[in-house]
């Protein structure tokens, strides 16, 4: 079992997938018709050269060619484009209970930092986000460190960023080889499902804590 840490001091947040949400299926579809496939030969396809990408072995061009080859589709420049503003525009959902649980750490007084594997196209759009920007002590982007998850070499960067030791640190990640590295490296990590099951395991998790009380989540009302 992983030890508890009663010496937290940072937590390590994901991006996709955990501080955005899933894309939503019609976001989706614009982009399976191009290339006349379905939903899951999409994602197959989609991780298929994404760590070249997020690594920025490749740009965008290539990558989308790349696509395009696998699927024997030709793109012309506007297509090009569209699929270069839709691969931001579909991750850009945000969970907004996490984002103000990320503030709420802040304030508490712990570091945050965020942790992903994103294309340099993408990284510089968060970092154009004011809001997103301000939430974090740190943020680590694949891309610009040309270190991908689930190296340890990146979770190591984000440490040394962070000035605290594997111990000292939360890290919360949808992809089980992550969290499973964090975990091998000292880190005590939670994999992400969902806000009330992260709700749940950290208010499990502070039962069985010493240290200053983490800040719970407030799951938001659909409208």
């Not at 614009?30 to 197959?44: A, K, Y």
């Not at 000035?163 to 990590?189: C, H, S």
């Amino acid at each position: 079992m992983q030890p508890i840490p009663h010496d937290l001091r940072a937590i390590i947040l994901d991006y996709g997938m955990v501080l955005c949400r899933q894309p939503a299926l019609g976001e989706i579809d614009r982009i399976t018709q191009i290339f006349g496939v379905d939903h899951p030969t999409f994602w197959q396809l989609y991780e298929r050269h994404r760590g070249a990408y997020d690594k920025n072995d490749i740009g965008g061009k290539e990558y989308w060619s790349r696509f395009a080859s696998d699927t024997n589709t030709s793109l012309d420049d506007d297509t090009l484009k569209k699929l270069l503003r839709w691969d931001i525009e579909i991750w850009s959902n945000l969970e907004e209970p996490l984002l103000a649980w990320a503030r709420s750490l802040r304030a508490a007084g712990f570091q945050t930092a965020l942790l992903s594997n994103l294309h340099l196209r993408f990284s510089a759009h968060i970092r154009s986000n004011s809001e997103l920007f301000e939430l974090f002590d740190h943020l680590i982007f694949s891309s610009e460190v040309r270190l991908i998850k689930p190296d340890p070499a990146i979770f190591l960067h984000c440490l040394e960023a962070l000035g605290v030791k594997p111990e000292q640190t939360l890290f919360i990640d949808d992809r089980e080889a992550n969290v499973e590295t964090a975990m091998a490296l000292g880190i005590y990590a939670i994999k992400y499902q969902s806000v009330p099951q992260l709700a749940a395991n950290l208010k499990a998790l502070q039962c069985q804590q010493e240290f200053k009380t983490i800040p719970s989540i407030t799951p938001f009302t659909e409208p």
